[in-house]
């Protein structure tokens, strides 16, 4: 497999502990996964 | 949820008539997606950002048609912003303004030599090699890919947003979610992990192929997926005290692409060990079907009796019925050719005929046979009339 400047997983991690966006973390969880139910399917 | 009379009759309703015992009405559904917004006059790139006007413009046919359930979800089907955001053209909004539709044809799809990568790393491969072929966004720089992903996080927000409110408002209405996707714990789901070569990493055509070529490919694939499923969120001995309507879903993609072997080992098999235990505390599985299957339906009466509702699609309910009827519940009533070509009075004398051979007994619920996308889809005039009818003539 390539190697990739960076890996997507690591990213949505990152978004998931970046409260710029949303301050509740419990929402924020939930908008990534429903992230990675968009992006990436059955993950 | 809504608690009122209303609320319970329908859901009584539901479990009688899906239970073959006769309803004191027979049920009127409906599936809908895009359709509603244009019963409003209202385009979805118009409201797709604000919630409040989404969800006005969303629910204002159910002031004309009364429905006692829906299917599926109500709600919208794809966060299109969200593709906006990440630069991915694969559900984009069509020339009517409002009908969102998807183009696997533009996709950049697995090839065949790749198998043995995502065999090797099934996750790598899901987060880093597809996404990437796909999202333009994520084809630059890390930072210029966070950029995008945080307005696609705040874009998803908002549609969870408006879906949340979409609810609200059809649980004000009291009308019955039959298949609850979201809400309240349920019988585990079922979607074949086939269908995930089908409909994201092959697409239609090589995902056939394969099984014919590579089908020890294919079976590798579908171990991994298996392997990664997530645990039932309820046993099915505390299943049926916990959900208020007794039904989880399933749902056709490729399956009616299948020959006999290849939907056994697919999908039936590995659907019946997932929901026989749930079926048999009461379960029922609604089963959204879709193209062909007649071929299908005789295995379902190796499931407990009354534990299926199969919504047809393309095929004649009345040979479905003859099939199956006896055994399991059919969520039919009028094809959407007819709702669209056809005289008011044609519509209802088909209604009527389904009501007059399926009700009897029970086992019947209403319902076209294909959830209402556009605006071109039916003639209003002959779908007022239909529900009307329906909603009448189904009272004992």
């Known amino acids: 497999m390539a190697d990739y400047e960076f890996n997507l997983m690591e990213l949505l991690e990152e978004l998931e502990n970046d409260d710029s966006w949303e301050p509740d973390p419990e929402v924020r969880k939930a908008i990534v996964m429903g992230l990675v139910g968009t992006i990436v399917g059955r993950a | 949820m809504a608690n009122g009379t209303l609320y319970e009759q329908r859901v009584k309703n539901l479990v009688d008539a899906t ?23 209202v385009k979805l790139y118009d409201v797709v950002d604000d919630p409040v006007a989404l969800t006005k413009a969303y629910t204002q046919f159910l002031d004309d048609i009364e429905i006692d359930y829906y299917t599926m979800a109500f709600g919208l089907a794809h966060p299109i912003r969200v593709y906006d ?19 696997q044809a533009e996709l950049d799809l697995m090839t065949a030599d790749e198998y043995d990568d995502l065999i090797a790393d099934y996750q790598g491969f899901m987060y880093n090699v597809m996404p990437r072929r796909n999202y333009k966004a994520l084809q630059g720089s890390r930072a210029d890919a966070y950029a995008a992903l945080k307005q696609a996080a705040v874009a998803l927000k908002t549609h969870n947003e408006t879906n949340r409110l979409l609810g609200e408002a059809i649980a004000a209405k009291e009308v019955v ?14 979607f074949a992990p086939f269908n995930l070569l089908f409909d994201n990493l ?9 099984l014919r070529r590579r089908p020890e490919k294919v079976n590798a694939v579908i171990d991994i997926i298996n392997s990664r499923q997530m645990p039932a969120m309820v046993s099915p001995d505390d299943y049926l005290n916990m959900s208020p309507i007794p039904a989880s879903w399933t749902i056709y993609h490729s399956e009616c692409f299948l020959n006999n072997q290849q939907f056994d080992e697919l999908f039936f098999q590995p659907f019946k060990k997932i929901a026989l235990p749930y079926m048999e505390k009461g379960a029922k599985y609604f089963l959204k ?13 190796e499931l407990p009796k009354g534990s299926m509702i199969i ?11 003859k099939m199956i009827g006896d055994y399991h519940t059919l ?22 005929r ?13 319902s076209p046979q294909k959830p209402l996308i556009s605006s071109y889809d039916v003639s209003v005039e002959n779908l007022i009339a239909v529900y009307e009818f329906a909603n009448e003539y189904g009272r004992k």
């Open chain 2, 19 to 41: 239970s073959f015992r006769e309803p004191d009405k027979v049920p009127v559904g409906i599936e809908v997606i895009w359709w509603p917004l244009e019963y409003a006059g």
């Open chain 2, 85 to 103: 955001a990440l630069g991915s053209s694969q559900y984009r909004i069509s020339d009517d303004g409002t009908t969102v539709q998807h183009t």
């Open chain 2, 177 to 190: 979610p039959l298949n609850p996707m979201f809400g309240w714990p349920l019988a585990p789901s079922f």
């Open chain 2, 202 to 210: 092959r697409g239609v055509k090589d995902a056939l192929i394969d």
């Open chain 2, 289 to 301: 079907g879709e193209g062909l299957f007649l071929n299908t339906l005789d295995r379902y009466r």
């Open chain 2, 311 to 321: 919504i047809l699609d393309q095929d004649d309910p009345f040979e479905a019925y």
């Open chain 2, 331 to 352: 969520a039919t009533g009028i094809n959407m050719d007819l709702l669209k070509t056809g005289t008011k009075q044609q519509c209802i004398d088909y209604v009527k």
């Open chain 2, 354 to 366: 389904c009501f007059d051979t399926f009700g009897p007994g029970g086992g019947f619920i209403f």
